[in-house]
């Protein structure tokens, strides 16, 4: 599976399962959510704890598309007491 993490751009076979990985940030009060558009299905969340010390969780969130095309998901980040919450965008090339 071809994973990247949000900010960046993949390429993709149209069915082919690829993943964008993240950090969980657990008690840190962020809230994300994901805004993806129909023509990607959302498959889940596979959680990875980290490989060093100190670390926290990663997050792999699976996704499919469903036709050839140019998309874009984003990821918010914030909290909610905060104006500007985070947006990183990933562009997905589906061929």
Request: charged share 30%.
């Amino acid at each position: 599976m071809k994973t990247i993490s949000p900010g960046g751009t993949l390429s993709v076979a149209v069915g082919e399962v690829f993943g964008v990985t993240r950090d969980d940030h657990g008690t840190s009060g962020y809230e994300s959510r994901l805004e993806v558009p129909s023509d990607i299905v959302r498959l889940g969340d596979d959680r990875h704890p980290s490989e060093g010390f100190g670390g926290g969780t990663r997050i792999v969130t699976r996704f499919r598309c469903k036709r050839a095309g140019s998309f874009k998901i984003d990821f918010v980040e914030g909290r909610p007491w905060e104006n500007d919450p985070l947006r990183r965008s990933t562009a997905i090339n589906c061929r």
